[in-house]
């Protein structure tokens, strides 16, 4: 390699620092799962979070839109990524890059004991969770097909007060 093609290469931002070893709670996530993960870790900004829709996850991914949003409550119920709003998601801080390690080490200390990966049996919380999501998702397919109608019953008249 010359210097020349050296100097030419530039990375796309800044290169962050993080510990991954909250990687080694990841609990048996479907393919789609590990795949969406690994590029928004890709794609996040210092501190995890991540600015992109679910069309443009699947876009950078090469997938349809419906897999992101299949594969995303896998992540969201093994708490490695927590839905902000539209578009804006966090990953936990013990996945996340940052600037530097002091950095990183503030955030997982802030942490609730209950949010850290390493306390617990992860998978069987990742498996509640996802049934959770699961059922709540079911009783709203129900209503839906109930047509969420509620009767409504005649008024009954108001006296007129003078």
Request: glycine residues 10%; without cysteine.
């Given at each position: 390699m010359t210097s020349a093609v050296a100097e030419e290469w530039v990375p796309r931002r800044n290169v962050l620092w993080g510990s991954f070893n909250g990687l080694a709670y990841v609990p048996r996530l479907p393919p789609t799962g590990y795949t969406l993960l690994?590029?928004?870790m890709s794609e996040q900004e210092p501190g995890g979070l991540v600015v992109a829709t679910h069309d443009e996850?699947?876009?950078?991914?090469?997938?349809?839109?419906?897999?992101i949003s299949r594969a995303m409550p896998h992540l969201v119920a093994a708490r490695l990524v927590t839905v902000v709003r539209r578009g804006r998601f966090q990953l936990h801080p013990m996945i996340a890059a940052f600037n530097?390690?002091?950095?990183?080490?503030r955030a997982v200390r802030a942490l609730p004991k209950d949010m850290r990966l390493d306390v617990g049996d992860f998978e069987d919380?990742?498996?509640r969770r996802l049934q959770l999501h699961l059922d709540e998702k079911a009783r709203k397919a129900?209503?839906?097909?109930?047509?969420?109608?509620?009767?409504i019953t005649k008024p009954t008249r108001l006296k007129r007060v003078h």
């Open positions: 690994l590029h928004m996850l699947a876009t950078g991914l090469a997938m349809e839109r419906g897999m530097d390690p002091r950095e990183q080490q919380e990742y498996e129900e209503a839906k097909a109930k047509g969420n109608v509620t009767s």
